[in-house]
């Protein structure tokens, strides 16, 4: 009990903005009545959110943290199924029981030698704004490749952009680039890219992966992994690595790709 | 205040009756930011074998109607591992330990509990007859009177302390399993391991699990766990300790008023990494409320 790190928060929902019919971003504080102040939270690191009313749904979601703003925590939330959907529809002044901070979050380096690419899609964009947030508190210029299916899924454009420059692609062509992350030009510019970081769908950050490697990048990746406890209790949420199946609760969810077997 | 310790065979004591469900609760150190693990009976190590393992490939996990299917596989460092690097870190929690062993065949349950009584100052071993997601060994033990009379006498031999067999639910009768394991010298019996299920993405026609079938496990099996700690409890005269999907509080108890002298909490953990310390307090406050001066008392007290 000495010096915990983690812990168990009552939390109240401040705003809840559906901004879209798939997303919702929820911004949180400590209840009333308990400690105001967050712990020590980092890009790339996550908390599991008990679902409040929902007997079929028991196990905790693992959601990555959108921001931190003080005493306020935003969370991006995607409605993928009955959990995750009851959480898109709460309002403000709702509590919500929370674990957090939880995993081991990006890397950020301590100069920068080349271009930082943040590229991502859909809620894989949550954990790249902290990272990129706290890359620009660090004097860092990072730049964001962001996807989406067409203009009306890009997500939080406007925050992206007071961070730095943001390149988008589209499948439809309604915005940016027509095509998918990898295919933007950006990525040929021929300027050293230092490192990417990538969070989104398994197939686009496979695909990162492998372009990063190819252009002699170093590249870290956020998974998503199924998960119930978040804790490394469980063993549920195992990944492939060189060091054989790892938990992606406690060694992760970010990962070198250099660690993981995606480019074997 | 009433007493809460109780016996849990062999002659060892805990002080209270509240223990983890193995494969829940890591090594005890993983939940030391939310609970004082002193405040436990005592907490089951996972499931650990002679040779190290890699389990099963992900997915490992789905959630079900109030439960959850899980198919990890026993992954886990290995006896030496755990006894040269995991035990000095821990020892010191102040919480009795117990390990969870398994084998791929009899001689591994043995030698894994020889050198744990050999090298370390622990008091209790389970033996896990009942992992349904392994291909050697594990359940394959518990199903049969015979597999399982013939692991308890091997780990007998290899094991001074206190000897618990984890039962398998995936049997006829149960209580017949615990008779066989008693009169090889069990100290005491821990029942129900996970039902074996099955979930399928139907959009996908995949199976959700990667060895299509998995454990469930949650408060959607509790009903059949109380029952087989009923009947089981009535069969032997060795503690029994019971779980399966215990929650909270009122769910522990319903386990001991089945005849369970301790309750082992699972699934909860992940729920709730505080849930056990506060299920210990739900307890107490239980005899309280019911003039009940030792929880001994309760083993067992339902009125019929």
């Excluded at chain 2, 079900?64 to 755990?82: E, H, I």
């Excluded at chain 2, 009584?117 to 518990?142: H, L, Q, W």
């Excluded at chain 2, 699990?209 to 998995?214: A, C, D, F, K, Q």
Aim: proline content about 5%.
């Amino acid at each position: 009990m000495t010096n915990p790190t983690k812990r168990i928060m009552e939390m109240e929902v401040v705003t809840a903005q559906a901004f879209h019919p798939l997303y919702t971003l929820l911004t949180l504080r400590c209840a009333p009545g308990t400690d105001p102040e967050l712990p020590a939270m980092k890009p790339g690191q996550f908390v599991q959110v008990a679902i409040p009313d929902a007997p079929h749904t028991f196990l905790r979601r693992p959601i990555s943290i959108n921001y931190v703003d003080g005493n306020e925590m935003a969370l991006l939330v995607r409605r993928a199924g009955e959990g995750t959907s009851r959480l898109c529809d709460l309002r403000s002044g709702a509590r919500l029981n929370i674990v957090a901070p939880l995993g081991r979050g990006f890397t950020i380096p301590g100069q920068q030698t080349g271009r930082l690419l943040l590229a991502g899609g859909g809620v894989g964009i949550a954990p790249l704004c902290f990272l990129g947030r706290a890359m620009k508190a660090a004097g860092l210029t990072p730049e964001f490749v962001i996807g989406a299916r067409s203009d009306a899924d890009l997500l939080e454009l406007d925050m992206l952009r007071e961070i730095g420059e943001v390149h988008v692609t589209t499948d439809d062509g309604s915005a940016g680039e027509h095509g998918v992350v990898t295919c933007h030009s950006t990525w040929q510019l021929g300027a050293t890219i230092q490192r990417v970081y990538c969070c989104g769908p398994a197939p686009m950050m496979k695909a990162v992966a492998r372009l990063s490697d190819s252009l002699g990048a170093d590249c870290e990746v956020s998974l998503e992994n199924m998960m119930a406890c978040g804790l490394g209790a469980c063993l549920c949420c195992v990944e492939k690595t060189v060091r054989g199946n790892v938990c992606v609760c406690t060694e992760g969810p970010v990962f070198n790709i250099k660690e993981l077997t995606w480019l074997d | 205040m009433a007493r809460l310790s109780v016996n849990i065979g062999g002659g060892l004591t805990i002080k209270n009756p509240v223990l983890t469900a193995s494969g829940t609760f890591g090594y005890g150190e993983e939940f030391a930011d939310f609970i004082d693990l002193s405040r436990l009976g005592g907490y089951i190590i996972k499931g650990t074998t002679l040779n190290p393992r890699e389990g099963n490939p992900y997915p490992r996990m789905a959630e079900t109607p109030a439960g959850m299917l899980n198919c990890v596989g026993l992954q886990n460092k290995g006896v030496d591992y755990f006894i040269d690097h995991i035990y000095p870190r821990i020892k010191h929690y102040g919480s009795e330990l117990i390990v969870n062993v398994s084998g791929a065949c009899v001689d591994d349950y043995a030698e894994a509990a020889r050198r744990i009584a050999a090298r370390t100052d622990i008091r209790a071993i389970e033996v896990n007859i009942s992992c349904p997601n392994v291909k050697e060994g594990g359940m394959a033990f518990g199903t049969t009177c015979d597999g399982a009379a013939t692991v308890t006498r091997a780990v007998r031999d290899a094991f001074p302390g206190t000897l618990i067999v984890k039962l398998s639910p995936n049997v006829t009768d149960i209580a017949e399993i615990a008779r066989a394991v008693e009169a090889e010298g069990a100290d005491a019996v821990s029942l129900i391991n996970t039902l074996m299920g099955m979930a399928i993405d139907v959009e996908r026609r995949r199976p959700c699990l990667s060895m299509i079938t998995g454990g469930l496990s949650g408060p959607a099996v509790r009903p059949v766990a109380v029952r087989m700690v009923w009947q089981t409890a009535k069969a032997v005269k060795i503690p029994v300790i019971g779980l399966g999907g215990i929650m909270d509080g009122r769910d522990a108890i319903e386990f001991i008023l089945a005849g369970a002298s301790a309750v082992e909490i699972g699934t909860a953990n992940f729920v709730d990494p505080a849930v056990t310390v506060k299920i210990v307090e739900w307890i107490d406050n239980y005899c309280a409320r019911h003039g009940v001066d030792d929880i001994n008392d309760l083993i067992g007290a339902i009125n019929q």
